[in-house]
């Protein structure tokens, strides 16, 4: 059987509906960004212009590192529930009684989780750059255009957002609860993120070439970390909570 | 309560043998140790309503899920709906069937019209407008459509699983206990939509724990408790178990009650269960009622009644998975 986009597209139009619906989700996905653009607003102009250029691309680099928290913590929370949560309200079973395969579910899930965090994230460094050009000392607004910083950030968005989907979703799938599942999510969505910090705060020296080398790094993560997802991803596992014991080949997995 | 040896396990006698909507043969499963089931073979065929019953644990809910390809079988093979038992096929087999399980599973912050709308999705179906409308209005659930389904009752939702498990009008219909928990008004409303459903000639595989629900659905029944132990017609299993039976109630008891059943051409048997109260064993109680009658007038008793004894399924259920504890216990 091919694979089909009219059911990755049921799964998205129902996890969307569902979220809207979803006070936790609603929170998540305003008081967090909220949280993190505010703090990002107070760096952004609490800084002097009298400071060295080193001092402040550092400051730059930490302000729009909060940035970079949005796209890691949303997701991370939305696809730790994306399974062990269907399991827990039984809503799991039917689904994986329909035709869908293990690909078109994940990809699903992965899909719904990563639109609203890359609308959101985008939208807040939108308005994280408008409210430089207004409002910002000239010194400043040239320091964030002049490096590397808008780069890393239209880069890093959705390689970070994809690096916490599948950590979120590989937990989910393997956890029994989602509590557990949440807390485990956000810390394995954290390892690309310090790799970006330390670009930021200019440990290691921020370019272009090594931003984007580093992205190429994070895509292959990505890749991998969507392998691996579809290995975890276990038909009978998530059914049972055992793996089939039977003959070779006869995994219930797809 | 005299009962002939269990007959051994064997196929159905009104399945057909070809064409049939599932064909399961000495099919095994273990998680570790522990046996779900174990040679498990039966036949259902198209258009059949098939019950299977058991205890808790028996393995009902894992074979649904067996043949629902949710679990890859230990041992033996199968064929749902004309295909093939396998991993590679479960996408096929899952476009083919429908399992409503015993937790109805919706997405309660969604309407019923979504919650079909998604899954009429992942069967890709067409006019899903007009699909969903149509299974709405067969569990007469149309003018809930845009309610939220955490507002309904669970007799309600019950309802919604069946609908969404009607979405793909399935050959093979597996209901795991699905009317577990509900109110007597919820059970006779999924009885009556269960009656529908075969009188459409919808291929239904029932699991559940109300015997007086197997018998008034199911064309035949399995009785399921690790390993098959018995499988037939509810009529079938009850002669295949059970002695026919009359049962005769006097005023006073019988002086001698030897000298009036024994000697009676179709009487095999006899005891006296209470106070002038009599089992006769008989070998066909449209014949040996009339003749017994005759006696008990001509031997001077007040007969109050002269009934045929009817065993139950329950009965048979009873005997056969009390007798199946003792046997594992020795």
New interface residues.
Partial sequence: ?TF?W??V???F??EL??YR??RFVIFTMSALPLLFIVMTMVQLFALKTSVSSARLNDRIGLSMLYLLIIPTMVPSALTAYSVVGERE?????????????REEFLVAKALAAFTPTIIIAYALFGVFLSAAELFAHPAVVAAIFERSHVLIQLLFTPLLAGWAIWMGIAISARSTDVRAAQQLAIVASLPPLAVVALMSFNIIPASVPLAITLAAGLLVLDIYGWRAVAAVFD??RL??G?V????R?????? | MTRRGAAPVSWGTDAPRSGSALVVDHLTKRFGERVAYQDVSFEVGYGEVFGFLGPNGAGKTTMVRTLGTLLAPTSGSATVAGIALSAEAGPQIRARISIMPESPGLYLRLTVAENLECFAGLYELGDVGERVAAVLEAVNLTDRANDLCRTLSKGLRQRVALARALLNDPTVLFLDEPTSGLDPVATRDVHDLITALRDRGVTIFLTTHRLEEAERLCHRVAILNTSLLLIGRPDELRERLFTRAVQVRTRAPLADPRAVFEGLDHVEGWEQSASGTYELHVSDPDAAAPEVARALVAAGADVLSLVESRHSLEDVYLELVDEDVEVRRR
């Avoid at chain 1, 309200?89 to 395969?101: D, R």
């Avoid at chain 1, 089939?244 to 003959?247: F, V, Y």
Wanted: proline share 5%.
């Fill in positions: 059987m089909s009219t059911r597209g049921a799964i139009r129902k509906r569902d619906r979803n309200q039984g809503t799991l079973e039917p689904v994986l009684i329909t035709p869908i395969s038909r009978e059914i049972s055992r089939a014991d039977g003959r080949g006869a995994r219930a997995g797809r």
